[in-house]
Structure formats: structure tokens, C-alpha cells
């Protein structure tokens, strides 16, 4: 076998090729290296890359109304817990929230805020089931009034949330002012009942009170699940400064919790109906009117319940109307014994966790 020696002049030509070769292949590739970075870093600053970004957002701006939270929901809406740091009481009479996806929602609250407390607001629908999932910047105003100040205003905060949508859908066919969300624990080592009565105690010192109606107390107010469906609620009773609902709820398993929504609509609209929202019979206007106890509780009766869901046991049961101490009218049922007018009524059944 035989070998060719290289000289000098052989050498600093094949040196030369590698280098044009190395060279030609940085310019042929390294164009597509550098879009690649490039595209990279842009999705990673929208927090595609991030494992938070599908539940947490960023919130810059707001100076003297700062958002602390803020969240969106999928089925378009937005809400954020605005606070007062003017120093003094202020009336929030307008919030504008615009998206980059074109959507735009103005709602007019006009609610106090004291120093240093917050309110819990909700923008409805401002974008729509196609931008589900999707993570998107939205632009927001916020107008207020100083109240009792020498000059009110209206004064302007404005900021920026920027999020990806989560996966509670809201009841269709209205908007929320405000949303709270609630967790219902079982620490039993037992499953609850199916169906399962739950009281929901709300105060004056929640976020969310002043907005409740107060012309047909809480007629705006409804309960529901994460995906929308609507949970069968009862007012038993309200003061000014507290409120006490029922919500029919499916079994909790042992040792385990369900989280459930209290929607809070504007003051003007009116849920009360008598199949899932609705109050205790003497708290309407005409009595039992928006009464949907019995689509709540497993025994119920208010007055109107028809004579056939009762045994007398041999004495004679008549319905009666008779004026209630608040004035409503109330119907009744009349009991007739032997001899002596007396008599009773019972149901075969006893039922625990009922009001």
C-alpha cells in the first residue's frame, strides 16, 4: 500500500474547505436557530412555560384601587378584588375591562369601599368560549368618587391583568356582580347523606353583601356548581345584618370536601322562582309566592301542601287562611278530633338536618 505525503500548500487548502464548510453551515442554520430562541422567549414571557400560568395571573397598575386577585372564568367573565388605598371612603362607580381579543365589558356597581377594605367584582362575559383556555391581557379602568371630599372627583385608576382562563363555568342567561366561591367539608369517616341539606351562613363582613337586593331580599343570589348547574337554595331567613340559605347538595364522600359558587346578580334581577331559587313562604310579599322548600328539603310542608299528603288518623283536617304576624297571609290546616276537638297529624318519616 502506498501513502501520499501532504505538503504545506496541500494543507492550508484543505484547511481553508473546512472552514468554508463550517461557515456555510452556520449561515444555512443559524437563521433558524435564532427564530427558534426567538419564538421561544416570546412564549415563554406569555407563560406558555409556566406551569402557574393555567390558575395564577399578573396584575400591574391600579395605584389607588389595587387588584390583590383577580381570576378568569371560562365562560368569559372576569373577577377581581378591588381595594381602597385613597385613605378615604370611596365609591367605585364604574370598571371598563378590554381584551386583546377585541371583547370589551363596562358594569356600574356604585358601592363603598372604607380604607383599606375590598369588594370582590365580577365582568361578565367579556370574552367568549373560543378563547377558553387561552391566556390573555386585558386592559382595565376604574372609576371612583371620594366621598364627602372637597374635591370628589370622579378619579381614574387604571391597570393591566394578564391570565389564562380556569374551568368554572357560570349559569347561562344573566351576569354576576360578584361570585364567591365555597368550600363544603365532610370530616366524617362516613358519606353524607344523598340528597344532603347544607346551611349557608353569610354575614354583612362578607365580600358580597351590599350587592344581595334589598327590595326582595336576596332575589339576586343563586348557587351553583362548577360546571353551571344551578343548586336548589331556600332563604329560611335575613336581618341587616345577616342571612341564612339552604342549598340541596349531592352526597359528600368521607373525609372529603366539594367546592361549590354563590353568584351575586345585579340588584334589578329577580332568580326567585319555586324550583331552585327561591325563600321561606312568610318572607314574600303574597305568602309562599317563590317558596321552593320542598324542592330543597325531603319533608316539607307550608301551608299550602295538599290535605292527601297527610294521615289524620280518623279525624277530619280542613285548609284555613289566617293573617301572620307580619301581616302576610297564611294558609293553615284546621284539625277536627272527637268529642273533645283534638286531633293530630303524622308523616311516617324523620328526617335529620332540616331547619
Do not use: C
Not at 370589551?104 to 380604607?115: R, Y
Not at 391583568?161 to 349559569?171: E, H, K, L
Request: overall charge neutral; charged content about 10%; hydrophobic content about 35%.
Amino acid at each position: 500500500m502506498s501513502f501520499k505525503a501532504l505538503n504545506k500548500k496541500d494543507l492550508t487548502l484543505l484547511t481553508k474547505r473546512r472552514s468554508q464548510s463550517a461557515l456555510e453551515y452556520m449561515m444555512t442554520y443559524g437563521w433558524a436557530i435564532l427564530i427558534i430562541v426567538i419564538v421561544a422567549v416570546i412564549l415563554y414571557s406569555m407563560g406558555i412555560f409556566n406551569p402557574s400560568s393555567s390558575i395564577s395571573t399578573t396584575i400591574t397598575g391600579f395605584s389607588s384601587t389595587p387588584v390583590s386577585s383577580a381570576i378568569f372564568t371560562d365562560n368569559g367573565g372576569l373577577s377581581l378584588s378591588v381595594q381602597n388605598s385613597v385613605g378615604y371612603p370611596i365609591e367605585i362607580t364604574n370598571i371598563t375591562a378590554t381584551t386583546t381579543t377585541g371583547g370589551k365589558v363596562t358594569i356600574e356597581p356604585n358601592i363603598t369601599l372604607l380604607p383599606g377594605k375590598s369588594q370582590v367584582l365580577v365582568l361578565s362575559k367579556l370574552f367568549t368560549a373560543a378563547n377558553q383556555g387561552s391566556h390573555i391581557s386585558t386592559a382595565v379602568t376604574i372609576t371612583y368618587k371620594e366621598i364627602s371630599q372637597p374635591l370628589p372627583g370622579p378619579y381614574v385608576s387604571t391597570g393591566s391583568i394578564t391570565g389564562s382562563t380556569p374551568t368554572v363555568i357560570y349559569p347561562a342567561n344573566y351576569t354576576f356582580a360578584a361570585v364567591s366561591k365555597l368550600t363544603i367539608k365532610n370530616t366524617q369517616s362516613s358519606a353524607t347523606s344523598n340528597p344532603f341539606q347544607q346551611m349557608v351562613n353569610m354575614t354583612s363582613a362578607d365580600n358580597g353583601w351590599q350587592l344581595i337586593s334589598n327590595g326582595n331580599f336576596g332575589q339576586n343570589v343563586e348557587f351553583f356548581y362548577s360546571n353551571g348547574t344551578v343548586i336548589p337554595s331556600w332563604l329560611e331567613s335575613y336581618t341587616g345584618s345577616s342571612a341564612i340559605w339552604w342549598i340541596k347538595l349531592g352526597s359528600i364522600p368521607a373525609s372529603s370536601s366539594i367546592t361549590v359558587y354563590m353568584g351575586i346578580a345585579p340588584t334589578s334581577t329577580n332568580l326567585f322562582n319555586t324550583v331552585n331559587d327561591g325563600e321561606a313562604p312568610q318572607l314574600s310579599s303574597t305568602y309562599a309566592e317563590y317558596d321552593d322548600g320542598a324542592k330543597v328539603f325531603a319533608l316539607y310542608f307550608n301551608g299550602n301542601t295538599p290535605l292527601t299528603d297527610f294521615n289524620f288518623e280518623g279525624n277530619t283536617g280542613a285548609p284555613s287562611r289566617v293573617t301572620g304576624p307580619s301581616g302576610t297571609t297564611i294558609n293553615v290546616i284546621s284539625i277536627t278530633g272527637y268529642a273533645s276537638d283534638l286531633g293530630f297529624v303524622y308523616t311516617g318519616a324523620s328526617l335529620s338536618n332540616q331547619p
